[in-house]
């Protein structure tokens, strides 16, 4: 029985812990000098989700709470800078302790840096291939381009002697594919930088759905269109409601496929195409595709006999260019 006892508080002691842990993660490190492996005091240690300063004996910790893709074997960049050892940038991996080790650095006053990420504004999401550039007093070319990586990150390392000793720089942003607005905004260098960009994204239009509709909402290739659809439809008087999503059978489980515009998606579902398609394509109550053509968005509900149906769906539409 105390053996029982014993494992049961132990179990309780690993679900607590493993509870704190995951609320309040911490990552730790100690900074050393390259050469000498003196600690190094007093050094800005920053990644995308946080920012710290070493104490007398180098060590450090960055709370973790933030960054959801932070955990055990995970790789991150981690930067440093003061005005003695300069901006310096590595990726390291988070061991099982949550811990990245010693890092040595070498000691550079004269480079400067710049790191940071950049986010969709809605989803919190980090976004790839965004070009960003770099300007001061203006001009924004004082940096080759570099784009962002598959964690929405970017670093930029400048010798003081060729951009002098300053503090803050404007950062150019665009995306290339037109998902985003483009934007540019002024920050204080050697520090992380997060950056989050609105969706290029055209106002929502409600359309009422009863059966075929034809929008005037035209597409291009490579837009992006989200659609969010609600309501009920009646289907009939024998079969019952549905609502965007469409019903598997009829009563007592009666096969209701031979009624199907689409005999491979659900009775009564809210279908969707592209002017000059012939397939019709589930929607249901929330999708979100690419566009492949030119032409219009048309809906349809996915019934061949509408004449006995009541109620309706509505369908909002969003266009991001």
């Known amino acids: 029985m105390k053996n029982i006892i014993f494992l049961f508080l132990v179990f309780c002691e690993l679900i607590s812990y493993e509870s704190f842990s995951q609320t309040f ?36 910790e960055l709370d973790l709470s933030s ?43 004269n480079i400067t840096g710049i790191m940071g990420i950049v986010k969709d504004v809605k989803t919190k999401k980090a976004i790839r291939n965004i070009k960003v550039r770099i300007g001061i007093d203006g001009n924004p070319n004082v940096r080759d381009e570099v784009k962002t990586d598959d964690f929405g990150m970017y670093n930029f390392r400048l010798r003081k002697d060729k951009v002098g000793n300053i503090k803050y720089v404007t950062i150019f942003f665009e995306d290339e594919t037109g998902l985003h607005m483009p934007k540019h905004e002024t920050k204080n260098i050697a520090t992380h930088i997060e950056t989050s960009l609105d969706p290029n994204e055209s106002p929502a239009i409600e359309i009422e759905i009863k059966g075929y509709e034809k929008t005037q909402i035209k597409v291009y290739p490579g837009n992006l269109i989200r659609i969010k659809a609600s309501g ?5 008087s ?4 549905t609502d965007p999503d469409g019903i ?58 509408q004449g006995n149906n009541s109620g309706l769906y509505k369908a909002k539409v969003i266009v991001i260019k």
């Open 232 to 236: 009920n439809i009646r289907l009939g």
């Open 248 to 305: 598997a059978s009829g009563i007592a489980g009666f096969s209701l496929e031979g009624y199907n515009i689409n005999r491979n998606i659900k009775h009564g579902a809210l279908l969707y195409r592209i002017t000059g398609d012939n397939d019709w394509k589930f929607s249901g109550k929330d999708i979100e595709f690419t566009a492949q053509k030119e032409g219009y968005i048309e809906f349809q509900v996915n019934d061949r006999e």
């Open 25 to 60: 993660r911490r990552i730790r490190g100690t900074i050393t000098e390259e050469g000498t492996n003196l600690p190094v005091m007093a050094i800005k240690v920053f990644t995308d989700f946080n920012v710290t300063t070493t104490d007398a004996l180098g060590r450090f």
């Open 67 to 109: 960054c959801k893709a932070c955990t055990v074997g995970q790789r991150i960049a981690l930067g440093t800078y003061n005005d003695d050892f300069g901006f310096f940038q590595k990726d390291v991996v988070i061991d099982r302790n949550l811990s990245i080790g010693t890092l040595s650095i070498p000691r550079n006053p």
């Open 238 to 241: 024998f079969v019952g409601s």
